[in-house]
């Protein structure tokens, strides 16, 4: 079976649904863990401290982030794990490029429905911590790599 552009986006959305519902799904039901609290600490800090005086050995990008998000949307649990959430499910799809570009359209719509799906990648999206922004990098990060290595110019 062959599948066309527009199949592949309609499906691709599907996915990406499914992948939604399923890392927003009692988003705020769990209380704020240790690790997750320190995540709070060092956002709440002015934003240029956490540029300029990390005192994590994560980057400081999620945190100079999760500073604004958190004047924007407040500190309810649901409202801080909306961050990384959102960040794994726009994951969803860049799994589907780099799937794509390694293979072909039916392997890189299988590599997003099981990322979609997977327990473990759930979890990651529902935790206040950087996993999800530094998955996005590594994705982006592979998937440019193997366009330049197609096409150095």
Known sequence: MELNRQNVLLILLL??????????????AASIR????????????????????????????FYFILHFWIELFGKSEFALRLLPALLSILAIPIVYLLGKELFNDKVALFSAFVFAISQANIRFAQTLRTYSLLLIFALLSVYFLLRYLENPS
């Open 15 to 28: 996915i990406v649904l499914v992948g939604s519902v399923l890392r927003i799904y009692n988003l705020g």
């Open 34 to 61: 240790a690790d997750e609290g320190g995540t709070i600490y060092l956002a709440e800090r002015p934003a240029f401290d956490i540029l300029t005086k990390p005192q994590d050995v994560q980057p400081p990008l």
